[in-house]
């Protein structure tokens, strides 16, 4: 069973930056494609980027498009989120999922309901 751990959250001031890290447990991430999620307060989920396996593809939403970068390291069995120029409107839970099926074809987000498996999530706050 695949297990996803999210590190790396924390507070940050607006125009700051953070990389969040998701590691994969228990199996190899390899073959997922995978997908942050974001849950802000008052809000339902919104998928921010994936990536497909082989990093052959990766797709961003309109909202972190230009200030948000998602990359893997299949050797560390981790997918990374770099967030740059952060505003207060990215605070929420941000969630890393999996998924085997679908994958991430760099032209459409995933809807949340597609990913099979998901982290605890870690909490960003953007304020000063």
């Known amino acids: 069973q695949l297990g996803l751990a999210e590190s790396g959250g924390g507070l940050a001031q607006p125009g700051g930056s953070l990389r969040l890290s998701c590691t994969g447990t228990?199996?190899?991430?390899?073959?997922?494609?995978v997908g942050w999620i974001r849950q802000a307060p008052g809000k339902e989920r919104e998928v921010l980027s994936c990536?497909?396996?082989?990093?052959?593809?990766?797709t961003y939403g309109g909202s972190v498009k230009g200030r948000f970068a998602i990359s893997r390291d299949d050797a560390k069995n981790t997918v990374y989120l770099q967030m740059n120029s952060l505003k207060p409107e990215d605070t929420g839970v941000y969630y890393c999922?999996?998924?085997?099926?679908?994958?991430?074809?760099?032209?459409?987000?995933?809807?949340?309901?597609?990913?099979?498996?998901w982290g605890q999530g870690t909490q960003v706050t953007v304020s000063s």
């Open positions: 228990g199996y190899s991430l390899e073959s997922y494609a």
């Open positions: 990536i497909s396996s082989g990093s052959h593809f990766s």
């Open positions: 999922a999996a998924d085997l099926m679908r994958g991430c074809n760099g032209k459409e987000l995933p809807p949340p309901a597609e990913y099979d498996y």
